[in-house]
């Protein structure tokens, strides 16, 4: 008798996650698992024995069609950390895991996350190891942030560029229309790696003049210098956009956006949020320069546009869940499958896997050789780079005017 | 010889005013209109004596395509009230235009724009009859946010609120990802009619639960009594996600934004921006509930998502452009062209003209009738109104991965 699977989602979630998920679903039907389970809520879920089986929400060709796109985790997400197992606490956790994966004959475990993510997958493999457990676990990467080691991008990136790309570019249609003095400052996700802030610069195109400067995390800000810039710029012309990560940081590692003396929002800890960097700088430019500013924040916009993804990235968000399968029928455990790309023009990416050893845990930041000289925009071997990732549409299916999703209520 | 056309845009672009322009130009020209000018920056660019000929920039049937498919004006816009021609001052400003007009030969005028530019159109077509001029001013409605008198709906609505329907889907499936306690409160514009805002109920459907509580500016605001009704909301669902109008008030008239003792983005003037609603509210909620909270404001991309646009609305788009050209050459002046709706189900809608004393400078409330009784969604009388205005789309053209516009450069 086959053993079943399992699949879970963790981390933010992106537009294209659950292509991933069919990929592993529709793969491991191929190679013969038995049942294909997916946890509710990633692994924090599973320990509440929370889960559902795929094989009965996804019955039809067009399920698959409509889960590739929806976006958002449909099987929901976490942000937790496995304990420590060598502690007996932190055993306690694998135990009931173990126990629960066994009442599920599990064979074969596969979860779709970011860095965090594949920490879990890390020590879930070596607890496995550890009990003599012969389930594989197998990690498929997932980020718009981009910022995972060891693959040449990650599945989610492409789809998010590209909606900060053409979001980009129509937001610089919009602000060139009263021919008068503004300046624009949008504002991009990413804490440490601004990926997502230079997908901006694909925004350039015979069509469009693009935007004006581009500030990445991965350069220390400096508040005069900036104003200074946008002066400059602005004596040339009256219509200035600017791409900024929420994440830039000053010289003494200070985030801009904790130079502000307004009301950030506050969880129910009382944490700050990273939020606010955009607004603190269209009113520094507002109070020291003579012009109007306007601050957008793309906010949660840009990982659940779902309605404009790029076909490349969908397509290889599905191959990597398939090759997670693929390793694991073929029993490897405690691995990652990594995007390894072959040429840029044509474009041409294949799968390969990687230990979780060299993953989890670290963070890939924008090479600095790929940032100009005077730190505004980005070369164009960062274009040559991203170009082939946001290439291509998958049309939404609408319904009533809208895009359908496949939904599983809680 | 054939006398010549001038066309103008001007207000707040949207991603269909272009497709406006698009059936006056070609109108014009079926109707054997000699050359067809367009007036940078509207009547503002005009009095500078800046325009273009639209006949040496829109050559080909595939510059008419991604004209209707090019966000914002193409032609740039102004916001710029013509004075009082009763007066010496005043009527200098129009003895100006006339000449401009006499100049180039103008026998018909088209303004495509909202309510303050309908007033443009009034007294240009007032002062002509004054003069015995026989130019023909006619107006063509646009804006997103609905609110003019005598027409069904505007050309730009449908678009805005096809755009607004599919990112509230979208943020919803967001946050309801981790299962956990939040809020998410989503501005959207509207100074004082709240259509826009009504839109987020077209997020409901068969895979979407649809948000939780809309706030139009039509309904007096009240802080207190909104952190209960989510209090309410929560106790039986963790995920809460609210519309809610940048111009919503107190009962006492100051804008809720207003309440913030942040510090808003100021413009040159020192003048406060209209923003900051959610921001206040979000932040207000988590300081008196045990619950994460996010604002995201629309902000410019509501108006200028030319990638997500209804094929309804363009096509209406165009035919109210169309429909002023034909009756300017049959001889009305100083009408507007009106949609008039036949029928729902089947969708059905043709125009009508209308004197501009009708339109101008008046402004179009949501219906109190079409707001439910405890102040919190819409009713169905309004989904049948708002629903046959966002089918359809129109697949923009992309080229290298993003959508391709027609562009003039400065």
Redesign the interface.
């Known amino acids: 008798m086959a053993k079943n699977a399992i699949v879970g989602q963790s981390g933010g979630?992106t537009s294209v996650i659950n292509a991933s998920l069919a990929g592993v679903f529709e793969s491991a039907k191929r190679r013969g698992a038995g049942k294909v389970y997916g946890m509710?809520?990633g692994v924090a879920?599973l320990l509440e024995r929370r889960w559902t089986v795929l094989d009965d929400d996804l019955k039809t060709a067009m399920d698959i069609e409509l889960l590739k796109r929806?976006?958002?985790?449909y099987l929901?997400?976490?942000?937790y950390k496995l304990p420590d197992w060598h502690t007996p606490e932190g055993e306690a956790v694998y135990v009931k895991l173990f126990e629960i994966l066994k009442e599920l004959d599990i064979g074969y475990f596969f979860y779709i996350g970011g860095n965090d993510s594949m920490d879990t997958i890390g020590k879930l493999a070596d607890y496995g190891q550890h009990v003599g457990s012969d389930i594989r676990f197998m990690g498929v990467p997932k980020t718009i942030d981009n910022d995972l080691m060891v693959t040449d991008h990650t599945p989610g990136y492409g789809s998010a560029a590209?909606y900060i790309?053409?979001?980009m570019?129509?937001?610089i249609?919009?602000?060139?229309?009263?021919?008068t003095?503004y300046v624009t400052i949008v504002e991009i996700m990413g804490r440490n790696a601004g990926w997502l802030t230079a997908a901006a610069a694909?925004?350039k195109?015979e069509?469009?003049?693009g935007v004006d400067m581009i500030c990445l995390p991965e350069i220390p800000f400096n508040v005069d210098h900036f104003v200074e810039k946008v002066e400059r710029m602005q004596a040339k012309k009256p219509s200035i956009v600017i791409a900024v990560s929420e994440g830039v940081k000053l010289e003494d590692g200070r985030y801009v956006c904790e130079l502000?003396?307004?009301?950030?929002?506050?969880?129910?800890f009382g944490h700050k949020?990273l939020t606010g960097t955009a607004?603190f700088l269209?009113?520094t430019v507002?109070?020291r320069l003579?012009?109007?500013?306007?601050?957008?924040?793309l906010?949660?916009?840009q990982?659940?546009?779902?309605?404009?993804t790029?076909r490349t990235d969908i397509t290889e968000a599905y191959q990597v869940g398939g090759a997670a399968v693929k390793a694991a029928f073929e029993g490897h455990t405690g691995e990652m499958v990594a995007l390894k790309r072959i040429s840029n023009a044509p474009y041409q990416c294949t799968t390969e896997l990687h230990p979780i050893s060299e993953v989890a845990n670290l963070e890939k930041k924008v090479p600095l050789e790929w940032i100009n000289a005077d730190h505004t925009g980005m070369t164009p071997e960062f274009l040559s780079y991203a170009?082939p990732l946001?290439?291509?549409?998958l049309?939404p299916i609408?319904?009533?005017?809208?895009?359908?999703?496949?939904?599983l209520?809680?």
């Open positions: 979630p509710m809520h879920g929806t976006p958002s985790s929901g997400s976490c942000r590209k790309g053409v979001v570019k129509e937001i249609r919009d602000a060139t229309v009263y021919g003095k694909l925004a195109a069509d469009c003049e502000a003396d307004d009301v950030h929002a506050v969880d129910a949020a607004r269209a009113n507002a109070r003579d012009t109007k500013t306007r601050c957008i924040e906010s949660t916009l990982r659940c546009a779902g309605h404009l790029s170009l946001i290439q291509a549409e049309t609408y319904v009533e005017g809208l895009p359908h999703h496949i939904y209520p809680e």
